[in-house]
């Protein structure tokens, strides 16, 4: 059974083809259910004997595989492209590849092509196109009666205008038939309510030639030294932080439900491996390993999908369309820092599996980038956003401190609830200090930058 977009933007869909337009953009969030949607608008066309082929292109060979198991049962038989299938899947990379007499024999049919992630494609015209968009541009765009294109996140990191797609004049902004929101997704019950954890630390050292520096927190750092993002996400302390904390959240959902797991996306192939290292022996986590350089990856990831196995640590592998819903915890490792990628990435844990409210919980390290994205989220779903285990020493009144910081946050939210400071009064130098200073329910843009002003204001 459709939900209620899936089943209102198919009929947009169908009627807008039944007038005789062949083209329909879709625009619905990560998680929503685009391939259910895209296999039910091609079970309407060839009922109504519009089309005889279906062809489907995707960014990754386990996308691809998710849509031909999707479109095979909802069209109850073959998509593999063999003889007596209604229809293939395959991989934008693989449209290069096709010989002539593919597409001579495709000319004589009336096709539906799906396109999948249609961000991943560029161009207006051929001569301004990325590698794909040419292709969907040369070999595609004649050839199809009827084309869907869908996207989670239709934006490109490098400004280009997406294949196929209309924009408005002079704004520029993206015209898509059909849109479904985050928001309107979990209002539906269709998506979790993300979580977005930014990790700091307001005890940096960083040692030069001797020479020692201290700094406030990780954006101050990066900024005033030539420290890269990426020695962040291999530093072992700030790794098992990290980790430790996604490991403590996971724990919480699996006394719900039994079989939640956890993504880490990782930066590398190595350092994939050293993040399963300290899940395996510091944290005793059950843990698989997907890369690029697997033989087999789309068989480990299935492995994963049917078990009960804590975590899985990926390099490139579990991105977008990848549909695993007992995902429910991310640690966000990467040195990949485009809105693009942290939306995708998101994307892997806001996929519902039951009708009870559930969160989607995505750990990582307070950079620039990142709390913009994480900002950009907040302003469609309030209180997704908080800074975690936080270390800050406070000199005088600890207590005086948390009421000017909760003053200032109560003039911006009305929903100021769950604040915990656990604190120990009796440190060895005599000092008051705060051991873990978590927020939930706060909002994140303005808050640090009020509470600190506020701890600022107060020692002047």
């Known amino acids: 059974m459709l939900r209620f977009w899936q089943a209102e933007c198919s009929d947009d869909a169908f009627e807008k083809y039944s007038n005789r337009q062949n083209h329909f953009f879709c625009q619905a969030t990560p998680g929503a259910g685009k391939t259910v949607l895209a296999a039910n608008i091609a079970s309407r066309l060839l009922e109504s004997n519009m089309i005889d082929l279906v062809l489907c292109f995707s960014p990754s060979l386990a996308v691809a595989e998710g849509i031909k198991k999707t479109f095979s049962n909802t069209l109850k038989c073959s998509f593999s492209g063999e003889l007596g299938s209604i229809g293939r899947s395959l991989t934008y990379q693989s449209i290069q590849f096709l010989?002539?007499?593919?597409?001579?024999?495709?000319?004589?049919?009336?096709?539906?092509?799906?396109?999948?992630?249609?961000?991943?494609?560029?161009?207006?015209?051929?001569?301004?196109?990325?590698?794909?968009?040419?292709?969907?541009?040369?070999?595609?765009?004649?050839l199809a009666t009827y084309t869907l294109a869908m996207s989670g996140t239709p934006w490109r990191s490098d400004s280009l205008p997406i294949v196929l797609a209309e924009y408005s004049d002079p704004d520029g902004e993206l015209v898509v038939d059909y849109q479904y929101t985050l928001k309107q997704a979990i209002a539906d019950k269709v998506c979790r309510s993300p979580k977005i954890v930014l990790v700091d630390n307001e005890h940096l050292t960083v040692t030069n030639d001797d020479e020692k520096q201290s700094f406030s927190s990780i954006l101050e750092m990066l900024e005033q030294t030539k420290t890269s993002y990426q020695s962040i996400l291999h530093?072992?302390?700030?790794?098992?932080?990290?980790?430790?904390?996604?490991?403590?959240?996971?724990?919480?959902?699996?006394?719900?439900?039994?079989?939640?797991?956890?993504?880490?996306?990782?930066?590398?192939?190595?350092?994939?491996?050293?993040?399963?290292r300290i899940l395996a022996k510091k944290y005793a986590q059950t843990v698989s390993i997907v890369t690029y350089r697997h033989e087999e990856p789309l068989a480990e990831i299935e492995r994963f999908r049917s078990s009960d196995t804590e975590w899985i640590v990926s390099v490139g592998m579990i991105s977008e369309g990848t549909d695993i819903p007992r995902l429910q915890?991310?640690?966000?490792?990467?040195?990949?820092?485009?809105?693009?990628?942290?939306?995708?990435?998101?994307?892997?844990?806001?996929?519902?599996?039951?009708?009870?409210?559930?969160?989607?919980?995505?750990?990582?390290?307070?950079?620039?980038?990142?709390?913009?994205?994480?900002?950009?989220?907040?302003?469609?779903?309030?209180?997704?956003?908080m800074f975690a285990s936080v270390k800050m020493p406070i000199a005088q009144d600890l207590i005086t401190a948390v009421k000017i910081a909760e003053t200032k946050i109560t003039q911006q939210t009305e929903d100021f609830a769950d604040q915990r400071v656990m604190w120990d009064p009796k440190t060895k130098d005599g000092s008051t200090q705060v051991l873990d200073y978590t927020l939930d329910e706060i909002?994140?843009?303005?808050?640090?930058?009020?509470?600190?002003?506020?701890?600022?204001?107060r020692e002047q």
């Not at 693009?340 to 950079?367: C, D, H, K, M, S």
């Open 99 to 142: 010989d002539e007499g593919f597409w001579e024999t495709l000319s004589k049919y009336r096709v539906f092509v799906v396109f999948d992630e249609i961000h991943h494609c560029s161009g207006s015209e051929v001569g301004s196109a990325n590698v794909w968009g040419q292709q969907i541009l040369t070999k595609i765009q004649g």
């Open 235 to 276: 530093n072992q302390e700030a790794m098992e932080h990290l980790l430790g904390l996604g490991c403590k959240k996971l724990e919480e959902l699996r006394r719900i439900k039994s079989d939640a797991g956890g993504l880490v996306v990782a930066s590398s192939v190595a350092h994939a491996h050293k993040i399963k």
């Open 329 to 385: 915890v991310c640690c966000h490792m990467s040195a990949v820092k485009t809105e693009l990628y942290f939306r995708q990435v998101l994307g892997r844990i806001l996929r519902a599996n039951g009708i009870a409210p559930q969160y989607a919980w995505l750990f990582t390290f307070a950079e620039q980038s990142l709390i913009e994205f994480s900002e950009q989220i907040e302003q469609d779903i309030p209180t997704s956003c």
């Open 443 to 457: 909002r994140l843009g303005s808050f640090k930058q009020r509470v600190i002003a506020a701890f600022t204001a």
